[in-house]
């Protein structure tokens, strides 16, 4: 970590009643960055508030859930506000109106798109996840527990699809070998986290297959909120969809086009060696290099023609 890491440490010692929160729909490195850093403040003395969306009941085994505030937003005067796993101020979304009316902000992240919106910055786009980013800064005034290896192990291994996504590196490994040095059940979190699915999960995953094409190396799937909704799955059983239909042979961009219950369209992008970044900031989204997405105001349909347009237009570039 770098010299300014000083200045952060100091605006975290400095804070006494600290909200941190992570991004809307909270994905696992979300919600692992997010309580993992939760329970570490907590631990040095700090009163402690987490603004965490509703998430994957995958998930809820990761400690500190009790942090999670479930009152009004309009109430809360924090002294420092940490973003977590977020690349830019909207993606906050309620949590937004606390971030504006707190002078001091911390946003920690590893996306290559992120803003640097708050007072102190921590961006690591080479950090495979946030939670990578957390375990470097707690390192240096916490101790470790049990529940803190175990949540910051999630979320390195959910952003990283267990160590195999090129976001991996040697410090990736050398930080999961310290935290498998604690009581982390490390089988059951790759377990539940990168395998297991429940019914619904996979009932969607039927649905989204049904629906799958492949053209000029991309593979797409369109859902509609009533084809989602009609299966029984939640908005919460989709993750995984994306990175499975990237999986097939002569496939080197995937992309998943679904209608989000408030009736707009979201894009979430997949590939081997494709920049897809690049196209979802160009539609005001953002992400890494291989996994990003945006949100449309169009229908999926015309999203899907929109998106796709431009990824053949890269992937043959790059063919
Ligand atoms: P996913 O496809 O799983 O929703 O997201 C893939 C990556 O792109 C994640 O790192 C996520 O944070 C980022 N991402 C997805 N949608 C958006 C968006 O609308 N805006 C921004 N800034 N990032 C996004
Ligand atoms: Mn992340």
Same mark, same amino acid.
């Not at 080479?126 to 527990?145: H, P």
């Given at each position: 970590?770098?010299?300014?890491?000083? &200045?952060?440490?100091?605006?975290?010692?400095?804070? %006494? %009643?600290?909200?941190?929160?992570?991004?809307? %729909?909270?994905?696992?490195? @979300?919600?692992?960055?997010? /309580?993992?850093? =939760?329970?570490?403040?907590?631990?040095?003395? +700090?009163? *402690?508030?987490?603004? /965490?969306?509703?998430?994957?009941?995958?998930?809820?085994?990761?400690?500190?859930?009790?942090?999670?505030?479930?009152?009004?937003?309009?109430?809360?005067?924090?002294?420092?506000?940490?973003?977590?796993?977020?690349?830019?101020?909207?993606?906050?979304?309620?949590?937004?109106?606390?971030?504006?009316?707190?002078?001091?902000?911390?946003?920690?992240?590893?996306?290559? !798109? %992120?803003?640097?919106?708050?007072?102190?910055?921590?961006?690591?786009?080479?950090?495979?996840?946030?939670?990578?980013?957390?375990?470097?800064?707690?390192?240096?005034?916490?101790?470790?527990?049990?529940?803190?290896?175990?949540?910051?192990?999630?979320?390195?291994?959910?952003?990283?699809?267990?160590?195999?996504?090129?976001?991996?590196?040697?410090?990736?490994?050398?930080? =999961?070998? *310290?935290?498998?040095?604690?009581? *982390?059940?490390? !089988?059951?979190?790759?377990?539940?986290?990168?395998?297991?699915?429940?019914?619904?999960?996979?009932?969607?995953?039927?649905? @989204?297959?049904?629906?799958?094409?492949?053209?000029?190396?991309?593979?797409?799937?369109?859902?509609?909120?009533?084809?989602?909704?009609?299966?029984?799955? $939640?908005?919460?059983?989709?993750?995984?969809?994306?990175?499975?239909?990237?999986?097939?042979?002569?496939?080197?961009?995937?992309?998943?086009?679904?209608?989000?219950?408030?009736?707009? $369209? +979201?894009?979430?992008?997949?590939?081997?060696?494709?920049?897809?970044?690049?196209?979802?900031?160009?539609?005001?989204? #953002?992400?890494?290099?291989?996994?990003?997405?945006?949100?449309?105001?169009?229908? *999926?349909?015309?999203?899907?023609?929109?998106?796709?347009?431009?990824? &053949?237009?890269?992937?043959?570039? #790059?063919?």
């Amino acid at each position: 970590m770098e010299s300014y890491d000083i &200045e952060l440490q100091e605006a975290i010692k400095n804070g %006494n %009643n600290i909200c941190i929160a992570g991004h809307i %729909n909270p994905d696992g490195d @979300a919600v692992s960055s997010a /309580l993992g850093l =939760a329970l570490c403040l907590k631990m040095i003395g +700090k009163d *402690v508030t987490v603004l /965490l969306e509703d998430y994957s009941h995958k998930f809820y085994y990761i400690k500190g859930r009790e942090m999670i505030y479930k009152g009004d937003y309009d109430k809360l005067e924090p002294d420092l506000f940490i973003a977590v796993d977020c690349g830019s101020k909207d993606r906050l979304g309620d949590a937004q109106s606390v971030f504006d009316r707190t002078e001091n902000t911390i946003n920690i992240d590893h996306h290559i !798109s %992120n803003t640097e919106y708050a007072k102190y910055n921590v961006v690591y786009p080479n950090a495979s996840s946030t939670s990578e980013v957390v375990f470097e800064i707690i390192r240096n005034f916490s101790v470790i527990t049990d529940e803190i290896a175990s949540a910051l192990y999630t979320g390195i291994v959910s952003d990283t699809g267990g160590f195999k996504h090129n976001c991996t590196s040697p410090r990736t490994h050398e930080i =999961a070998s *310290v935290l498998i040095g604690f009581e *982390v059940p490390y !089988s059951e979190i790759q377990n539940k986290i990168l395998y297991s699915k429940s019914r619904e999960e996979l009932n969607i995953f039927i649905k @989204a297959l049904n629906k799958l094409k492949i053209e000029n190396g991309i593979s797409r799937v369109i859902l509609t909120k009533k084809e989602i909704l009609e299966s029984g799955a $939640t908005y919460k059983d989709l993750d995984g969809i994306v990175s499975f239909i990237l999986n097939i042979d002569d496939v080197d961009a995937a992309v998943f086009v679904y209608e989000k219950e408030n009736g707009k $369209t +979201k894009v979430s992008m997949r590939s081997i060696s494709t920049d897809v970044s690049g196209i979802a900031i160009k539609f005001g989204g #953002g992400g890494h290099k291989l996994a990003a997405g945006a949100d449309f105001d169009c229908t *999926v349909e015309e999203a899907e023609k929109i998106i796709v347009k431009e990824l &053949e237009d890269v992937v043959s570039e #790059g063919a």
